[in-house]
């Protein structure tokens, strides 16, 4: 995999940007100047970030030249605590307050009208109808989490999580709140957090893609493919989605007809020609890099379908994820998949627990309680497993778990009549779990209704932040030159990762 | 990793050299090569003359902006502008005394021992001939040359050379004298068949056939490649190759992007202006008035308004959280694409505060933004087309259509009035129905049920007339449309600066205007004919913009269109001129280039032909290890670069050899096929995305509906332009889903049958001859000795070994014919 950079990006060296004037220590503008007095120079940078750009030569097809692969394992910028990322993205926006922030008040108020101020698909109101917390919530674990009933197997694993529970995000409306916490902009074209980490950190199995998205069975969320794409940055770095039955990867499968023997004749065939080819065209590496690129991807025919390959684990394995039950069985065999997937360097992998609109996800207009106990009901136990498979493994210290929506729900009712809640983007609950963060802990919170934050509001950048820093990267560093401009995940702000869970 | 030497990063950038490494990326080693430069002249002179952009610019940025610059300025100094460094600083002290270095505040502190006064305060010193640099160039008069772009081109005169004889023409001078100063030689010129080739591809996107390579090799004319070319300019194929190149800078899609990613009607008609306008030569500076103000032109044509569509291709959120910052979006979108594509400048850099780097100040932002304020958002969610479509029909028909809409909404509007009043008494489930597409299931259902009898009847009376308008409008002719600027206010909204960017906080209210840069320019004031319904402020721009004189325009344009004939522009940042941008490999050849342009009507296909005619378009890609070692990135043009092919040449090439290629021009886009496994990743698998038939599909790329949110994969795994900015050079990637979809893809592999289809009935089965013609059509050369023996070996050995049926061996030799990467690569 090579790649021809038309635009710039890099690791900038130098300052936070907090004290630069005091110290005049080097800025990005005097890094540019220095290394070469424009900022083409930067590119090199980037592409030579750290020694792991130079150590790291994959194979090439001679045996002799070698094989600069974009994806090829980076050095992070400090140790890092986790090596890979499982985001559990509850498409749609799961409502905090019938899951894991608990408002005891909330359940008197059920039916009454007060005023309080929400923003949502339905626009700017000032009063509404509340809906009280359609389940009883108790503490679990030595450190006391609240758990609604809505998770009886997850709660078992309250004290391996950390609970953020002061989450905001810039909009209320899917599409964008979909992107936001995908690429950290409301806008569409910015590359996701997995093309971030792809492109800081490369892959450690270049016979697996770095970064893997595995969608729900009724669909991908909206907007699609934009949701993993990689925006400005090369297509190298996007999402690849993979699936957990059939053939895990895109063109994977031969054509009907070509055996695998004869695929190799054909590629030996093909291999002789281009060496014939290139041998009168000295200095085009390119040429020796594609021909690498076709014996890559016959071995990614080989290790992919091997990665997805869930029936050599045992049965009791299988069946913690629930795959012997046909509502916990899809969702199971995903999450086993991305433990396969971590254990093989695999670096961030995303999970759709529903797909297509309405109902077949999260987005609980109409009817709360049949959709949180449909959805629930179908991930509760797989992720349970997927923690504690994890974890005696010794896997969770070095895997970061994600869970959450693109936003969450408001206590009152979208509707003159019935449950349903409508978006929440002032204030809702995501946790992380594993991957160096604090078990066990919870830190902000909404005010008494779950209306909004109140105490330590953390944006999505924050979030973020705190995955890049998880994975050894500094969030105010990792920046990418695009449009005259250096483009960062986490926004033009310094932003921090979240200190009170790492 | 720690902060990296300048130094360091030479060794390393030599050592990827020395390894042979893939670096097409020639744009990093430029700079190298100036930083290296610049010791040359003050070791081999005392006093030379110092060259404040190259030399003493590069100096200041590195040791003294970060307290002396744009962001802050200590002791009131300010050293990246002019005025400032030659001014009396609050200590009274001036930094930069012309020719008086003794008098200059600078030197003193740059020499002082005296921890307390000696700058910079930390970090290294600089060096003594650094130091002496500076006061030489101070000495010297300390001459604050402006970035190299912000001066207007320059008259040059094509340079002497020792070797005449090479010069063909003027680009010949200009490139020839870099490389003898260097003591390098051209390549030799590359053989007919690599010509031909080259220069199809270049300027059609096509493989030439085995017919017309074996024509132009065998035409002992001396005008031979001169006809070649004239017959490849005047081809319709020409402006479908060319319009592409235009269509990734203006980011064109025919969605727009977000939750529902809806189509934007007919954009497919601004397509068609493009590659007509390409077919056409068209000048650009007609071109440029037609996108920018083609409502406002004195003569306003169907054509024109097609051309406003160049505003309403970007993205657009039916659904914004916050509309008056999406509105805003909208704009800076306008602002970043037009700054970009038309003056190769970044103010989309200058949106939140001052541009950090360009003398861009926040004020210019707002002041651009204003030509465009006038400009509605594409749309609202309940009305997406009164803002971006006109009628281009004619105004009788025109009129009828109206009288429809008008009629209709009308009663549309009334009945969507009673049906809330019915749907709010609904349970919550159904009122979360109603929203969905079920909507009109649900008021057949229900409706019934909420209205009163008698409001019902109402209801029902308005549903039949809705329905009797509807007959009537079936029998009037076709309306044509067009996605265009429409309802673009007369009386534009006022301007303010917006603090941060933040257009809820407006600061001071600014008037339309150019760039400073430009100098002080009146900005004209717009005027209209009465009878026009828009402001005219686009067209003072458009006009600006246009104009033979501006500085950017025609250098930016023609550093496009070389980057496209060499793979590689002289500017390699086309977007960016500024000084973050790469300084030019050649900036007198680009002067010469751009005043060329505006000489010859600024029109294309002469243009071409000039560069197209140069024997440095016409050097062979050898490889010379000699000016490999001088020059490893080729900055100086001693070979003519290999070059993958786009998305495009890649799948139009494929129908072309197998004969399937569908020539059809124009008209609304049509959709591949596109796997079940890849539809899957949609909310609604297969939503938005249509059938068509298989000729359809076999059409050239430039007619493939872009949907923002679903680019087809063969496109997008050999790097497709970003459908969500302008895209000025698109990424070259080698990676191994390519290959994957080039193996086993279905539609690779349907066009290897084709092909062997075709071979077989031209060439019957004979597998020596087979093979032959199969190399022919793919390559256009003649086999190599011992080739076809190897390809009958091949299908053999898949025959007797494997136990295939000759179809299927036939089929998938065709397949290795077309992974080669002589399929892929052009010398």
Redesign the interface.
């Known amino acids: 995999m090579t790649v021809t950079q038309p635009s710039q990006s890099q690791f900038p060296q130098g300052s936070s940007s907090a004290g630069h004037a005091q110290f005049c220590r080097r800025t990005r503008r005097e890094f540019l100047w220095e290394a070469g007095g424009g900022f083409a120079s930067v590119a090199l940078t980037g592409l030579m970030s750290g020694d792991g750009f130079l150590n790291s030569q994959a194979f090439a097809a001679d045996g002799v030249s070698d094989f600069p692969n974009p994806l090829a394992s980076k050095d992070p910028h400090f140790k890092p605590k986790a090596k890979s990322v499982i985001f559990l993205f509850m498409y749609g926006g799961p409502s905090h307050v019938d899951t894991f922030d608990y408002k005891p008040k909330l359940y008197a108020l059920d039916g009454k009208t007060i005023e309080v101020k929400t923003k949502g698909r339905g626009g700017e109101k000032n009063e509404g109808r509340v809906v009280g917390p359609k389940w009883k919530f108790k503490q679990y674990g030595e450190s006391g989490q609240w758990v609604s009933d809505l998770f009886p197997h997850l709660a078992t694993c309250a004290d391996d999580i950390a609970f953020l529970k002061s989450m905001t995000a810039d909009s209320p409306i899917h599409g964008s709140a979909m992107l936001m916490m995908n690429s950290g902009r409301i806008l569409s074209g910015f590359p996701s957090l997995g093309s971030w980490l792809n492109y800081g950190l490369g892959t450690e199995n270049e016979n697996l893609p770095g970064y893997v998205v595995m969608l729900d069975p009724t669909g991908g969320p909206i907007s699609g493919a934009k949701n993993w794409s990689s925006g400005f940055m090369p297509a190298t770095y996007q999402g690849t989605t993979m699936r957990s039955q059939g053939a895990p990867l895109i063109d994977l499968r031969r054509p009907e007809g070509m055996s695998q023997a004869v695929q190799r004749e054909l590629l030996d065939a093909l291999k002789d020609a281009n060496q014939k080819h290139q041998a009168s065209r000295a200095g085009n590496s390119e040429l020796a890099a594609r021909i690498a690129s076709y014996e890559l991807a016959f071995k990614m025919q080989k290790h992919a379908p091997e990665a997805a390959d869930l029936a050599s684990e045992t049965k009791q394995t299988q069946d913690s994820y629930g795959l012997n039950n046909p509502r916990t069985a899809d969702f199971g065999r995903r999450c086993l998949l991305a433990r396969r997937l971590v254990e093989r360097g695999v670096r961030f992998i995303q999970l759709y627990s529903g797909g297509n609109h309405n109902d077949s996800n999260w987005d609980a207009h109409g009817d709360l309680e049949k959709n949180h106990n449909f959805h629930a009901g179908n991930t509760d136990q797989p992720i349970a497993a997927l923690i504690k498979d994890l974890k005696s493994r010794g896997l969770l210290d070095e895997t970061m778990i994600v869970w959450g929506g693109e936003f969450g729900r408001q206590p009152t009712a979208e509707y003159a009549k019935g449950t349903g809640r409508d978006h929440n983007s002032y204030g809702f609950t995501m946790w992380t779990a594993g991957g160096g963060v604090r078990g066990g802990t919870s830190v902000g919170a909404t005010d008494e209704l779950g209306a909004a934050a109140v105490e330590k509001p953390f944006h999505v950048r924050r979030l973020h932040a705190t995955i890049l820093n998880q994975m050894g990267l500094e969030p105010n560093r990792l920046s990418y030159f695009y449009g005259g401009l250096d483009q960062k995940l986490v926004g033009v702000e310094h932003t921090e990762p979240i200190h009170e869970i790492i | 990793?720690?902060?990296?030497?300048?130094f360091s990063?030479?060794q390393?950038?030599r050592?990827?050299l020395f390894?042979?490494?893939?670096i097409?990326?020639g744009?990093?080693l430029?700079?190298?090569a100036?930083?290296e430069n610049?010791k040359v002249p003050v070791a081999q002179n005392a006093q030379p003359v110092v060259d404040f952009t190259?030399q003493i610019?590069?100096?200041l940025?590195?040791?003294c902006?970060?307290?002396h610059?744009p962001?802050?300025q200590?002791g009131g100094l300010r050293l990246d502008q002019s005025e400032q460094a030659f001014k009396q600083l609050d200590s009274e002290a001036i930094a930069v005394v012309p020719r008086h270095p003794e008098k200059s505040e600078i030197i003193a502190r740059i020499i002082s021992k005296d921890k307390d006064q000696q700058m910079?305060?930390?970090?290294d010193r600089l060096k003594q001939d650094q130091i002496d640099l500076i006061t030489s160039w101070i000495q010297q008069g300390a001459e604050w040359k402006k970035h190299w772009a912000f001066q207007p081109p320059q008259d040059r005169t094509p340079p002497e050379t020792a070797n005449h004889k090479w010069v063909k023409n003027p680009i010949d001078a200009f490139i020839l004298a870099r490389l003898e100063q260097k003591g390098l030689s051209p390549a030799p010129p590359a053989d007919r068949v690599t010509l031909i080739r080259r220069v199809s591809f270049n300027l059609i996107g096509l493989p030439p056939t085995p017919e017309e390579v074996d024509q132009f090799v065998n035409d002992t004319a001396s005008d031979a490649y001169e006809r070649l070319i004239n017959r490849l300019l005047a081809s319709p194929r020409y402006g479908e190759r060319w319009a592409r190149h235009w269509l990734d800078l203006v980011r064109y899609a025919d969605t727009n992007?977000?939750?529902?990613?809806g189509i934007k009607p007919n954009a497919w008609r601004f397509r068609d202006y493009v590659i007509s306008s390409f077919n056409q030569d068209k000048p650009y500076s007609q071109f440029i008035k037609e996108q920018l103000a083609g409502d406002e032109l004195d003569q306003v044509t169907a054509e024109t308004i097609i051309a406003t569509g160049y505003y309403r291709l970007g993205?657009w959120?039916d659904?914004?959280?916050?509309p008056l910052l999406s509105y805003y979006?909208e704009l800076d979108d306008i602002v970043?694409t037009t700054s970009?594509v038309f003056l190769g400048l970044?103010l989309?850099?200058a949106r939140?505060h001052e541009h950090?780097?360009d003398p861009i100040p926040h004020q210019d932002y707002y002041r651009f933004m204003a030509f465009f304020h006038g400009l509605n958002s594409y749309g609202t969610r309940s009305d997406q087309r009164s803002f971006n479509q006109t009628d281009i029909t004619g105004p009788e028909i025109s009129a009828l259509y109206a009288r429809y809409d008008e009629q209709k909404n009308d009663l549309q509007k009334k009945m969507h009035v009673m049906e809330e009043t019915a749907v709010?008494?609904?349970?919550?489930?159904d009122?979360?129905?109603s929203?969905?597409p079920e909507r009109a299931k649900l008021l057949k259902e229900k409706l019934g049920e909420y209205l009163e009898p008698g409001q019902l009847k109402v209801y029902q009376e308005m549903q039949a007339e809705i329905q009797q308008l509807e007959e009537q409008r079936k029998q009037y002719p076709p309306r044509k449309m067009a996605l265009s600027v429409s309802r673009s206010l007369k009386e534009p909204r006022e301007t303010f600066v917006l603090l941060r960017g933040n257009p809820h906080v407006p600061g001071e209210k600014v008037q339309p205007g150019f760039p400073e840069i430009f100098g002080k320019i009146e900005t004209p004031v717009p005027s209209v004919p009465k009878d026009r319904q828009t402001s005219g402020r686009r067209r003072v721009l458009a006009d600006w913009i246009a104009s033979e004189d501006n500085m950017l325009t025609s250098r930016v344009i023609v550093n496009r269109i070389w980057q496209h004939h060499f793979g590689r522009a002289i500017v390699?940042?086309p977007?960016?001129f500024?000084?973050?941008?790469?300084?030019p490999t050649h900036p007198e050849l680009l002067d010469w280039l751009a005043l060329e342009f505006v000489k010859g009507g600024q029109k294309f296909k002469p243009f071409h032909k000039l560069i197209l005619m140069s024997n440095t378009y016409q050097m062979s890609?050898q490889?010379s290890d000699q000016a490999?070692a001088v020059d490893p990135a080729n900055d100086l043009f001693w070979r003519f670069n290999?070059r993958?092919l786009g998305a495009e040449e890649v799948r139009d090439s494929l129908l072309a050899v197998n004969g399937r290629l569908n020539l059809k021009m124009y008209g609304p886009g049509f959709y591949p096929l596109i796997?079940q496994?890849?539809l899957?990743?949609?909310?609604?698998?297969g939503k938005g995305w249509e059938d068509s038939s298989e000729e359809e599909r076999a059409r050239r790329s430039i007619y493939i509906f872009v949907k923002?949110?679903?680019?087809t994969?063969l496109l997008?795994?050999f790097?497709f332009a970003?459908?969500?900015?302008s895209c000025?050079?698109?990424?070259?990637?080698?990676?191994?889903?390519?290959?994957?979809?080039m193996?086993?893809?279905?539609f690779v592999?349907r066009q290897a049958e084709f092909f062997a289809d075709r071979l077989l009935e031209e060439t019957g089965t004979t597998h020596p001859q087979f093979v032959k013609r199969a190399i022919r059509l793919a390559y256009g050369r003649q086999p190599?000795a011992g080739e076809v023996e190897?390809g009958v070996r091949?299908i053999e050995?898949?025959i007797k070994?494997?136990s295939?049926k000759e179809k299927?061996a036939l089929n998938?030799f065709c397949?290795?014919i077309l992974?080669?990467?002589?399929f892929?690569?052009l010398?």
């Open positions: 990793m720690p902060f990296t030497s300048c990063i030479r390393q950038v050592q990827l390894r042979g490494m893939v097409s990326a744009l990093w430029s700079t190298v100036v930083a610049n190259q610019q590069p100096l940025a590195k040791h902006y970060a307290c610059g962001d802050v200590e910079p305060p930390e970090g992007s977000y939750e529902r990613d993205l959120d659904e914004p959280a916050d979006n970043a970009q970044t989309n850099c939140c950090k780097i709010k008494k609904m349970s919550g489930v009122q979360r129905r929203e969905t390699q940042t977007n960016n500024g000084q973050l941008g790469v300084p890609s490889h490999d290999m993958r796997s496994e890849v899957q990743g949609q909310s609604q698998p923002r949110s679903l680019v994969p997008s795994n790097d970003d459908t969500d900015s000025a050079v698109r990424f070259v990637t080698t990676q191994p889903a390519q290959a994957l979809g193996v086993n893809g279905h592999n190599q190897e091949f050995t898949l070994k494997h295939l299927q998938y397949l290795t992974n080669r990467n002589e892929v690569y010398d």
